[in-house]
């Protein structure tokens, strides 16, 4: 595996998990904390990774932050809220509670 490959793998892991510690993500890969550390501030570059130091400590991403949600047009949102009154009660609370996904 080369560096792109694994700095692509470290993000796969961290928007499913969230939070990790450089030791397990070194020893998932089979390199040094070191080659981690300078994973994580290039990937710091492209995405809004976190790190922080002590116990509990680690890189994380925000809970906010999800690449692979559909994101809709200003025109479409609008769209959807003239439909919204015309909407069931179910269909509504789909649509209300989109940005929640």
Known sequence: MNA???????????????????????????????????????????????????IGGGVSIPDSFHPHKNILSVEQVNVLKELIPKANEHQQTVVLNYDQQ
């Open 4 to 54: 792109i490959e694994r700095r692509e793998e470290i993000m796969r892991i961290l928007i499913v998990r969230r939070h990790e510690t450089m030791q397990v993500l070194a020893a998932e890969f089979g390199v040094t904390d070191r080659t981690i550390r300078n994973d994580i501030t290039i990937l710091t570059a492209k995405y809004p990774l976190k790190t922080s130091r002590g």
